[in-house]
């Protein structure tokens, strides 16, 4: 065999195939050193043909934390919901700041290092007696971690927003008619005369089982999907690119291993790596874990059982996961509910009987009898009567009788005349100053929908869930 192969590498073919291959994983080798080590792709938003790197979010997100009181910034590192808050915070910035230097360079608008200097000597915080202190300057900014050029890039960021979309924070005027509709109806009231029939006067037997059992089938108890997952987890700094390769080298071999048929246990054990098993859970149900993230949660509820995931990147290493089991949605049995259905099978059969009542009186108001012991009251939008009965008579024509449901009880409900309110001068002024302020914002919103279907918004998800999401 091997005398063949020695004779067979001397003829053309042979040598013409050997080059290829040759030629092939030099190639590949080099466009992984290329393409795959030497450079990696930091893009975390693309706003029409300008892109925001990770490393621009970071600064945002440092600035944005400086200006926190400690509490606050112990918040946004350990409860989950204030640093979701914040780091939408920080997209939004980024984003709208971005919109407005596109606008603002379509525009030609242009701000000059000289104007950029001149901004700077004119800050409080870097005079002394109204003269600009130099080391004042040097101070501010090493305290906030920033060079000059980052403070300067920061301060025409602003002044070419504020030529691009300033014009828009000016108020627009509300005219008088307008105020006057919207006083009218803010402090309008209404002549009504209501009547209310509880539930709970209505007393009823106890439920036999047959009856549990139809009440169960109109309202079961559904037990949601939960699913047990396996992962194991390498650690990497996946901003430091040594770290990186090193972890990814290291993901790689476990991934290799995993797909050979190893258990997730033997591969741990052998790389000393983080080996998790993660009991039974539903997809929103709230869980210690800290790398399974809602983006983690979502991957584990969209696969198979049995089945290993890809290699994932995420923001602190590589994962793999696999979905031990999982128990579909289902209906819990009536007999583990069966004590729990009492009290709402009797609210239920309460309801009916009050709704029956509560029918009958509305029957006869309409046939022109009068409501017995009905409350009269003159009522605005806020105080007179419970809140279910004033939404429903705002709601509502002069005239109209009708039936409103709150939580325990049943109104039966006529609508009388609208009552226009007394002038109020000062009461009427505060309606401009909301109406400028609503109108204002409405130009804005619109201006920056505007400017969002210019120059479209694209997340690159890819590097939001390795960098950003926790």
């Known amino acids: 065999m091997l005398e063949y192969l020695r004779n067979a590498a001397e003829k053309t073919w042979a040598k013409?195939?050997?080059?290829?291959?040759?030629?092939?994983?030099?190639?590949?080798?080099?466009?992984?050193?290329?393409?795959?080590s030497a450079t990696r792709d930091t893009t975390l938003l693309h706003v029409g043909n300008a892109d925001i790197s990770v490393q621009q979010f970071n600064n945002e997100r440092s600035r944005k934390l400086s200006e926190m009181s400690k509490d606050e910034q112990r918040a946004a590192y350990t409860d989950s919901v204030k640093s979701a808050a914040l780091t939408q915070s920080v997209m939004s910035t980024l984003t709208m700041n971005q919109l407005a230097l596109n606008r603002a360079k379509d525009l030609g608008y242009f701000v000059s290092d000289k104007r950029i200097a001149d901004e700077i000597r004119t800050y409080p915080q870097f005079q002394n007696q109204g003269q600009f202190v130099p080391w004042l300057f040097d101070m501010v900014l090493q305290q906030y971690g920033m060079t000059e050029q980052d403070f300067a890039n920061i301060l025409r960021t602003d002044i070419?927003?504020?030529?691009?979309v300033g014009v828009m924070t000016v108020p627009v005027a509300v005219p008088q008619f307008a105020v006057d509709a919207f006083y009218n109806g803010r402090y309008a009231k209404r002549e009504i005369k209501y009547v209310p029939v509880k539930f709970a006067d209505f007393k009823v037997a106890e439920p036999t089982t047959e009856q549990l059992k139809v009440y169960y089938a109109q309202n079961p108890k559904v037990i949601p999907e939960k699913r047990s997952v396996s992962y194991v987890f390498v650690g990497a700094d996946m901003n430091k690119p040594d770290e990186y390769d090193a972890g990814f080298k290291v993901a790689q071999q476990v991934e290799d291993m995993i797909i050979s048929g190893s258990s997730m246990k033997e591969v741990a054990d052998k790389y000393k790596i983080k080996f998790v098993q993660v009991p039974l859970f539903a997809r929103n149900e709230k869980i210690s874990d800290k790398i399974l993230s809602d983006g983690l949660i979502d991957k584990a509820f969209s696969m198979n059982t049995g089945i290993e995931s890809e290699l994932l990147e995420l923001k602190n290493g590589f994962a793999i996961l696999r979905i031990d089991d999982v128990v579909a949605e289902h209906n819990a049995t009536f007999e583990s509910v069966q004590q729990d259905l009492v009290a709402g099978w009797k609210k239920s059969e309460q309801r009916k009987n009050a709704y029956v009542v509560a029918n009958e009186k509305l029957v006869d108001l309409n046939n022109g009898k009068s409501l017995v012991n009905a409350k009269s009251a003159t009522v605005s939008r806020t105080e007179g009567a419970p809140l279910v009965v004033l939404n429903a008579a705002f709601a509502s024509n002069d005239g109209v009788n009708t039936i409103v449901e709150d939580v325990d009880t049943f109104y039966v409900l006529h609508t009388g005349k609208n009552v226009a309110p007394k002038s109020d001068n000062k009461k009427k002024e505060a309606i401009r100053k909301e109406l400028n302020n609503i109108s204002g914002h409405y130009v804005s919103e619109d201006y920056g929908q505007f400017l969002k279907r210019k120059y479209p918004v694209k997340l690159n998800q890819k590097n939001y869930d390795r960098f950003i999401v926790k």
């Open 16 to 36: 013409i195939l050997m080059f290829i291959l040759i030629f092939s994983f030099v190639g590949w080798g080099a466009a992984e050193w290329i393409f795959g």
């Open 160 to 164: 070419l927003r504020q030529m691009a």
